[in-house]
């Protein structure tokens, strides 16, 4: 898989579509649909909502494989975080500020979908979790982390990632730009080790 293809072609789609915008936030699906495009054109065969096996209705977002066969597991998430004031994008269709950053019940659905992985048999196989988080100065993945909150580095402080950060406003969200995050989880289930980071900016 080629990380740098689908932050590429990530980018595009989401500032391509920010200016008509309706929606509040992003949906996993938009992401879900440029991450299939990205991989169906890397050469992949990719199956959404795969069952993680045939006894259970939990399902994956994405699995894909080469020639090679050998699957490759992917999750994925949407985040939003914003200290904005007197933003008028708060605002919800009745003009109410409604705006609610929910920081543990995100964190939450993270956790969620990492132990999902539990589920598969073959445990050596490809996994891997994305995180797409709109904000408008601070992130929230960047915020929990800073202060430990919930453990998270507990759950993320073994695995390896990268990273792409661009200007991306919003039209219902008072939020300005989009930091993508692609964590390898190969070391899933092992023992902790010192998170490493790679980071690039388009």
Same mark, same amino acid.
């Given at each position: ?5 689908? &932050?590429?072609?990530? #980018?595009? $789609?989401? !500032?391509?579509? %920010?200016?008509?915008? *309706?929606?509040?936030?992003? @949906? ?78 995100? &964190?939450?659905?993270? #956790?969620? $979908?990492? !132990?999902?992985? %539990?589920?598969?048999? *073959?445990?050596?196989?490809? @996994? ?75």
């Amino acid at each position: 898989m080629n990380i740098e293809k689908i &932050f590429r072609d990530l #980018k595009f $789609d989401l !500032e391509s579509i %920010n200016e008509k915008a *309706n929606e509040r936030l992003l @949906k996993e699906e938009q992401i879900r649909s440029s991450i299939y495009c990205s991989l169906r054109n890397q050469g992949f065969i990719v199956a959404a909502e795969r069952n993680y096996d045939k006894n259970s209705e939990v399902e994956c977002d994405l699995v894909f494989w080469g020639n090679s066969k050998s699957e490759s597991w992917m999750e994925i998430k949407t985040a939003r975080y914003s200290k904005a004031i007197n933003d008028f994008r708060k605002l919800d269709k009745k003009g109410k500020d409604s705006w609610n950053n929910g920081e543990k019940g995100q &964190f939450i659905s993270w #956790k969620k $979908d990492i !132990e999902k992985f %539990n589920l598969l048999k *073959n445990k050596d196989v490809e @996994k891997y979790f994305v995180l797409v988080e709109q904000c408008f100065d601070q992130s929230l993945f960047d915020k929990l982390y800073s202060q430990n909150k919930y453990e998270i580095k507990q759950l993320f402080g073994n695995f390896e990632y990268k990273k792409i950060e661009f200007e991306l406003k919003w039209n219902k969200a008072p939020v300005n730009k989009c930091i993508i995050r692609i964590f390898d989880l190969k070391n899933y289930n092992q023992q902790h080790i010192p998170q490493k980071t790679f980071a690039e900016k388009l």
